[in-house]
Every structure is written in structure tokens, then in C-alpha cells.
């Protein structure tokens, strides 16, 4: 089974580390195959994942990819659990000398380890490498069990349009999306998200062939906006969701009406979107309704709600989306394992009509 995961964040890495271990309880490799990193056993599954490269940013020199270094230590087993982001047993002896000098961003911290990971990869960019070929270079380190592909190779980083009025705006009308997410916790109203350069932007290579030859497409419960949202709008993936054989079953980032983790709620607000879990569904549309209207451009075959948002199955059903409520929390690998099956139980009643 070759299965392709849209992600980002946090809880796309949690998904995606659930996923892995539901596929080896389903699916186990045979003898002799090498576990990942962290222990756990290998699967006869083929994971990929598209990760969403719109948080990217250079700061103090070097080049940050925070989406998918979440993925890469969460699935190497070297992330810092209770923080959700980073190494774990971190230090910040160089972050507090490059404020000494007054180089970067105060409120941005960057761990030594976590550094590390970025002058290797600033280094290897420097040298004529492209990200894809860097993002190979780095999860070769540990025994992952899943492959890591960035949307795209170009610089495709977001920004967030605000009032220059605003207080906190300084009189600016755009901040970088990091400055507004970790400064700022998304309290300075966003007008919008742009993402430079992306109109000229194309897959990265492996990209469209991983959806075009899946076998399953699951859209992890990330920011539908600035996660999902920014793989979507790299020209060519879209098409690519359209065109697949594989059923695209995505999972809610909405629980009884709340964001999971950060503050999504103020990403969809911005686009005009209620935080509300069929809604978001609905966002990315039903992908049966092109069988009605060729111009459609939705997505999902499947969405999974929480079992507090059980009231919306029979609409989004009705609509042309199978859906199921189930138990979204991801407490522990065990719950984020038991999600991944649930996900992939509705691919399968897609797939056979049921």
C-alpha cells in the first residue's frame, strides 16, 4: 500500500508518527527489515509525505524549514514532546549570544541542536544543492520508515497582510508569518496570506508522482490555511488531488467548534471561513461534485470529524463527502495510531462504495 500524506505542524507530525504506527501494526515488513529510529517497526507500507514549506524563512543567516524539521525529529524520535517543536534535551547558549550581538529575532529562539540542523542544511543550499535534494540529505541521518518531500523548491514563504493601523503593525501593512504566529500569537487581524513567488512555483520532484500513484491521499489535520492550504496553492498539486485513482480522505482540525493547537481560528476567520469542522470540509469541497460540474475543483472524498461534531455527518454525506465522527484526539501514539486506522478504514469505504 503506498499512502501520501499533505502535512505541516505539529499535528501533521503527530498524525503522520500515528500513521507509521498504525501501518506497521496493519502492515508489517518481513524479517530482517530495519525499525525506525525510535523503535518503531518497520512497515511494508510506503509512506510519503508532502510537507508544507509556507513557514520557511532565513533568519540570522540561515535557512529554516520549521514544518518539516518537526516531522524529520518526531519521526527520528529527537523531539522535544512537551514543547511539540524542536530537539529534545535542547540548550540556547548560542541564541543568547546572537541577542548579546543583537542578530535575529529576540522572541524567535533557535535551540543549538536545532542550529545545527540548519547550518547543515544553509550549508548544503550554499553549495548549489536544491531543498528536496537537502531535505534527502537530512532525514538520511535516521531510519525514518517515511519519506519527507517539501511541496516545493522555490521560496515560497508567507506573509500576512494586516492594517498598518493596527496596534503592534508598527505601521506596516505585511509581517512574515513567523512574526505574526510567534510574536504576535495571531493577535494583530490578518487581512490575508500571501505566499511571494508562488504563482511561479512547481512541485518538487516526487511530488505529483507520490499523489498520482497512491494508493490512499490523507490530508492530516493542520492548519487548513496556512498548511494545507499553501501545498494547494503551489501550481500543479491540485490538479495533481484532482487527477488521482486514490481516494483523499482528510481529517478535521476542528473539534466541537476549537482549534486542536495554535490559532488556526484566526487563519479562517481571515479567509472568511467559521471554525467549524464541516465548514472546513466544505472549504476544500467535495470531489464528486466535478462529476456534476466539470469546473469544481474540490477535493475530499472522506472527512472525519470528531464524535462531538457527529451532527455534520448526514449533511457533509448528503453533499458528496463519506464522513465519520470518531475520537480526534491525539493524547498519545496509541490515539494518533487508532486516527491513522480511522482514516484509513474511510479510504477503504470510499474505495469499495460501501
Known amino acids: 500500500m503506498r499512502i501520501t500524506v499533505l502535512a505541516g505542524g505539529v499535528g501533521g507530525a503527530r498524525f503522520v508518527r500515528g500513521l507509521r504506527e498504525e501501518c506497521a501494526r496493519r502492515r508489517p515488513a518481513g524479517p530482517g527489515a530495519t525499525p525506525a529510529a525510535d523503535g518503531t517497526p518497520a512497515t511494508a507500507a510506503e509512506l510519503t509525505v508532502v510537507v508544507n514549506t509556507g513557514d520557511d524563512l532565513w533568519l540570522a543567516g540561515v535557512r ?7 516531522l524529520l525529529y518526531a519521526l527520528a524520535g529527537v523531539n522535544d514532546v512537551e514543547r511539540g517543536w524542536g530537539r529534545a534535551g535542547e540548550t ?8 548579546e550581538w543583537g542578530v535575529g529575532w529576540p522572541w524567535f529562539t533557535l535551540g543549538d541542536l536545532d542550529l545545527g540542523t540548519h547550518l547543515a542544511r544553509t550549508s548544503w543550499l550554499r553549495d548549489g544543492r536544491t531543498p528536496s535534494e537537502v531535505a534527502d540529505r537530512l532525514q538520511r541521518r535516521w531510519t525514518l520508515g517515511v519519506r519527507l518531500l517539501p511541496a516545493t523548491d522555490a521560496e515560497v514563504d508567507t506573509h500576512v497582510r494586516i492594517d498598518p493601523a493596527s496596534p503592534g503593525a508598527d505601521g506596516r501593512d505585511e509581517l512574515h508569518f513567523q512574526e505574526w504566529w510567534t510574536r504576535h500569537r495571531a493577535a494583530i487581524p490578518a487581512l490575508g496570506f500571501t505566499q511571494h513567488g508562488i504563482a511561479a512555483a512547481r512541485p518538487a520532484p516526487g511530488v505529483e508522482a507520490a499523489i498520482a500513484d497512491a494508493d490512499v491521499v490523507l490530508l492530516a489535520p493542520s492548519n487548513p490555511v496556512v498548511s494545507i492550504g499553501t501545498i494547494l496553492a503551489v501550481p500543479g498539486i491540485r490538479e495533481a488531488l484532482a487527477a488521482t485513482a486514490a481516494p483523499v480522505v482528510g481529517v478535521s482540525p ?3 467548534g476549537r482549534v486542536v493547537r495554535g490559532m488556526a481560528d484566526a487563519c479562517l476567520s481571515a ?3 467559521e471554525t467549524d469542522a464541516a465548514a472546513v470540509a466544505r472549504h476544500y469541497g467535495a ?3 466535478a462529476d456534476v460540474d466539470p469546473a469544481a475543483t474540490g477535493l475530499l472524498d472522506g472527512w472525519l470529524v470528531d464524535e462531538t461534531d457527529a451532527a455534520a ?3 457533509l454525506e448528503a453533499e458528496g463527502i463519506a464522513a465519520a465522527s470518531v475520537p480526534l484526539w491525539m493524547r498519545d501514539l496509541d490515539t494518533s495510531a487508532a486516527l491513522a486506522g480511522d482514516a484509513l478504514d474511510l479510504a477503504e469505504r470510499v474505495r469499495t462504495g460501501r
Open 92 to 99: 540556547e547558549r548560542v541564541a543568547a549570544e546572537l541577542r
Open 271 to 273: 479567509i472568511g471561513i
Open 313 to 315: 455527518v448526514p449533511a
Open 254 to 256: 476542528i473539534i466541537g
Open 64 to 70: 529554516l524549514m520549521p514544518d518539516f524539521d518537526s
Open 287 to 289: 470531489r464528486r461534485a
